[in-house]
């Protein structure tokens, strides 16, 4: 009776895998922040920009991102580390609050969802009208993924969205690493255009 109970309880347990994942949990603070000021400064903004406008909440699982698996991704951003591409698929399957200060080389501010879906309600290209009426000095609004690193931290996965017109905007991934002077741009993956 002992010996049946006992394989029971063990037919019950689930086997691990032998490969270990490991999946490197994503920071709020300053390392994350320092991700977005890095790829933003060193690809958004040129001279001519005189302000960014940041989407509030990060991207929830984003769309081409996130349906690419992890082979697509490696492939497009080799050398990336298997556990970035795992972290970075682990943690954007739901939106978060970018919070804190981000050093950027020009003013910034935050934009609610429901804000700009305001916008969009009818004609795309009036909203567009709108859109650069209340925002003339921004070049359109940018939305950004959570930050995904490795267990180093010595290398960061973003991917960001800019929508700046009716046929205008991009999607990709962008790479980054960590040098001694901080975080910088080593590989961008264009997902698509409009």
Not at 67 to 89: C, H, N, Q, Y
Not at 94 to 108: H, T, W
Not at 158 to 169: A, D, K, N
Request: aromatic fraction near 10%; charged fraction near 25%; glycine fraction near 6%.
């Amino acid at each position: 009776m002992i010996r049946l109970l006992t394989l029971l309880i063990l037919t019950c347990i689930p086997v691990t895998q032998t490969r270990a994942t490991v999946i490197v949990s994503v920071d709020s603070g300053e390392d994350e922040n320092a991700v977005y000021a890095a790829l933003l400064n060193e690809k958004y903004i040129t001279f001519t920009t005189k302000s960014l406008l940041i989407m509030e909440r990060t991207a929830a699982n984003p769309s081409l991102a996130t349906e690419l698996d992890r082979e697509d991704i490696m492939g497009m951003l080799s050398p990336v580390s298997t556990s970035t591409v795992d972290a970075f698929k682990e943690h954007n399957r739901n939106p978060q609050s970018i919070e804190g200060r981000l050093d950027l080389k020009v003013k910034y501010s935050f934009l609610q969802d429901n804000d700009l879906d305001e916008f969009f309600k009818g004609d795309l290209n009036k909203g567009w009208d709108e859109f650069y009426k209340k925002y003339p000095d921004s070049t359109g609004y940018i939305r950004l993924s959570r930050v995904a690193f490795d267990p180093g931290r010595s290398e960061a996965l973003v991917y960001v969205e800019h929508g700046c017109g009716p046929l205008c905007g991009t999607g990709c991934y962008i790479l980054l690493s960590k040098l001694e002077k901080g975080w910088t741009v080593s590989k961008i993956a264009l997902l698509w255009v409009s």
